[in-house]
């Protein structure tokens, strides 16, 4: 992870609207990559992957796009729910080894 | 929950003294990896045991050191405990090495406070 201080970019999105998170990555190399949620307290928890060879994956309420060409990767959540209050990681594995490098985090409020 | 447990929950240490984490990985995970999160940033990589021996390392100093135990299970050691130490340490643990695309599933953290 990259020192962000204490100010985590921020989404604000109305309940039962879709929400779109973005993140860039620096490796071309990085073959694998991880969405994770992490609630305040808790440790990161896995939402959905996708591996260099695809561009789209889809999962229960949750797409992962990744663009190869501009290295960008996103996460789509589809009709927000207050339980998706949290802030959201991407991160991405460079293939050598299982070691994870983690973007900066997103942090996602629910409008009611 | 993913089957990561982590003790203690949390822990309170004073400047100089050395500290214990401890990680039980999820059933059937032989891989265990360590995570440094300070407040607001994302986690960081400490260094990651396969098969009981350090496989991978961050850029952290040596008195962050670990073990793997044949259970799989890990211990994570930081001596001469420095204020900036303060944080949560993840564990981690994966099925299997050397693909680079086994998911990580991390357990609830340790949140050390040094003072």
């Known amino acids: 992870g990259e020192n962000v201080g204490l100010h985590l970019p921020t989404l604000s999105v109305q309940e039962g609207d879709n929400s779109i998170i973005n993140c860039a990555y620096s490796?071309?190399?990085?073959?694998?990559f991880i969405w994770y949620k992490q609630e305040s307290g808790k440790g990161p928890q896995f939402i959905i992957d996708?591996?260099?060879?695809?561009d789209k994956r889809q999962g229960q309420r949750v797409t992962v796009l990744l663009n190869k060409t501009v290295k960008h990767l996103s996460l789509q959540i589809a009709a927000t729910q207050p339980g998706d209050s949290a802030v959201y990681f991407c991160?991405?594995?460079?293939?050598?080894?299982?070691?994870?490098?983690f973007g900066k985090g997103t942090r996602l409020h629910i409008l009611p | 929950e993913t089957g990561v447990t982590q003790s203690p929950t949390h822990l309170i240490k004073t400047r100089g003294q050395q500290v214990t984490l401890r990680c039980s990985s999820q059933?059937?995970?032989?891989?265990v990896s360590w995570y440094q999160q300070a407040l607001g940033q994302g986690p960081q990589f400490i260094f990651q045991?396969?098969?009981?021996?350090?496989?991978g390392r961050g850029n952290f100093p040596p008195r962050f050191s670990g073990l793997q135990f044949p259970n799989y299970s890990s211990e994570l050691n930081v001596n001469a405990l420095e204020l900036d130490d303060s944080a949560l340490y993840l564990c981690?643990?994966?099925?299997?090495?050397?693909?680079?695309?086994?998911?990580?599933?991390f357990g609830p953290g340790t949140r050390l406070t040094v003072l």
């Open positions: 490796n071309s190399a990085s073959d694998y």
């Open positions: 059933s059937g995970h032989n891989t």
């Open positions: 991160a991405e594995n460079r293939g050598r080894d299982d070691k994870i490098i």
């Open positions: 996708i591996r260099s060879n695809m």
């Open positions: 045991y396969y098969r009981e021996e350090e496989n």
């Open positions: 981690a643990s994966s099925q299997q090495l050397g693909q680079g695309t086994d998911t990580q599933y």
